[in-house]
């Protein structure tokens, strides 16, 4: 059964400070995986797109690792800010790119 | 540029009553479209995709169910609402190399 793990749950972290994210899945085949931003109450929105190739990706202060190997993905968060605070949601799209599995997601809040 | 419309809102309903819900895609053509529900506390669960007009797939047998009567438009409906169909509901729409980007959601509320 395909699933996407991540981890921790939930983080809490002072505002300025960095923290990563990480993503584990068992999707197979493989076609890409992507990182979420989604704010309370809102739809998700794309911060990263990584196919097997790429092993990084920067979007801003957001930068996304994959190895297609060991099946992990991190985002990381530099320099946080308080808009940061939201859900981070992993998805790994299937072969054929038509079918998303979605991880539960990890809770950010930033602090002052 | 590609876009999504999603509506409405917000919705509250009483158990039994139907449900419409209604999703445009604007700045593509023969997208693939989707509809998720996020209950409180989950991930994003799917419930339909469409690959085209009139071509609906199922992922969860529930009570609910999906049209696409227009390459660009995605239709969830109930005939009637139970409880357990309170949450979230996005839509989405994805084309291979394009990428998902999803609506803005429905917060869906039944009492």
């Known amino acids: 059964k395909n699933q996407v793990e991540q981890s921790p749950q939930s983080l809490i972290i002072l505002e300025g400070k960095n923290c990563t994210l990480q993503c584990n899945y068992t999707v197979s085949p493989f076609s890409n995986l992507r990182w979420y931003k989604q704010d309370t109450g809102r739809g998700p929105v794309s911060l990263t797109i990584m196919t097997f190739s790429e092993n990084t990706k920067s979007n801003g202060r957001y930068t996304a690792t994959l190895d297609a190997d060991t099946k992990q993905s991190s985002l990381h968060i530099t320099a946080s800010q308080l808009s940061d605070s939201a859900s981070y949601i992993c998805?790994?799209?299937?072969?054929?790119?038509?079918?998303?599995?979605f991880g539960t997601g990890t809770q950010l809040k930033v602090e002052l | 540029s590609q876009t999504i419309h999603q509506w409405p809102a917000t919705l509250v309903q009483p158990v039994g009553s139907p449900l419409s819900l209604e999703c445009t895609v604007e700045g593509t053509s023969n997208p693939n479209l989707y509809w998720y529900r996020q209950a409180a506390g989950r991930g994003l669960q799917l419930l339909f995709y469409s690959v085209g007009i009139g071509q609906i797939s199922s992922e969860v047998p529930q009570n609910l169910s999906a049209s696409r009567p227009q390459d660009r438009q995605f239709i969830l409906s109930s005939k009637k609402l139970l409880l357990s169909d309170s949450g979230f509901y996005l839509c989405?729409?994805?084309?291979w190399g394009y990428g998902y980007t999803f609506g803005s959601g429905t917060r869906l509320t039944v009492v």
């Open positions: 989405a729409w994805g084309s």
């Open positions: 998805v790994v799209s299937e072969g054929g790119g038509n079918k998303l599995t």
